[in-house]
């Protein structure tokens, strides 16, 4: 069974730093493209960025309340995902999924979402 | 950025009803439309990607179709376990966006 699991939330301070880690398991890690989407107290879903396989040059793509502060990479011997998170703010604060891409039709598509680490920023 | 806008909000049905959720794109987005299903406190859960096409494991009581610029997510007997909140999301350019949710309670 595909399995997700993140760590690495908490409680950071306004300006403050924290990495976000997921590790995957069932399935061929390095095949995939992974996403990071994010969910604030109470509200809807909001990507974050995306990071392609080696095939695509490990490429990736950012939303733009992110983008020069956050940087996804991964470590496919691991099976590791990985966020980033420089310079955060408040409004930073969110529940962060790890989410796998579906491979059987392009552009790829989310299926499997990881269970959320919190990221609390507050002073 | 391309905007996906949910209608209703948030409705009321019983166990058994025929339920509709409907998401327009602010532009053409092809066939990359996916739905996905959320219960409190839980993470989403993916139901359907291009348009019409099943995740593994979901219900055949789900679907997916489109009418024009008009994606919809149609559940035909609803079932005590479908009482939760619906997103649809756009993956045909970047930024992927969201619909803002539709909360699905029981009458």
């Known amino acids: 069974e595909v399995q997700l699991v993140e760590s690495g939330g908490g409680l950071v301070q306004p300006g403050g730093s924290l990495r976000l880690s997921c590790v995957a398991s069932?399935?061929?890690?390095?095949?995939?493209?992974m996403d990071w989407v994010r969910q604030a107290p109470g509200k809807g879903l909001e990507w974050v960025g995306r990071l392609r396989n080696k095939a695509n040059s490990y490429t990736s793509e950012y939303a733009a309340s992110v983008k020069g502060r956050f940087t996804i990479s991964r470590d496919d011997s691991r099976n590791s995902l990985y966020l980033q998170m420089n310079n955060l703010k408040t409004e930073d604060t969110a529940v962060y999924y790890c989410?796998?891409?579906?491979?059987?039709?392009?552009?790829?598509?989310?299926?499997?979402w990881g269970q959320g680490t919190l990221v609390t920023v507050s002073s | 950025d391309i905007q996906m806008t949910q209608s209703p909000s948030s409705l009321s049905a019983s166990v058994g009803d025929r339920v509709t959720i409907t998401c327009r794109a602010s532009?053409?987005?092809?066939?990359?439309l996916a739905w996905f299903q959320q219960k409190p406190g839980e993470a989403p859960k993916s139901l359907i990607y291009?348009?019409?096409s099943l995740q593994s494991g979901v219900p055949s009581r789900f679907s997916g179709s489109v009418s024009e610029t008009d994606f919809t997510l149609t559940i035909s007997s609803l079932q005590p376990e479908d009482f939760a909140t619906y997103y649809c999301q756009q993956y045909k350019s970047y930024p992927i966006t969201f619909g803002q949710g539709s909360r699905l309670d029981i009458k």
């Open positions: 532009q053409a987005i092809s066939n990359c």
């Open positions: 069932a399935f061929t890690f390095s095949d995939h493209y």
């Open positions: 989410v796998r891409l579906g491979l059987k039709t392009t552009p790829y598509y989310c299926d499997y």
């Open positions: 291009e348009v019409s």
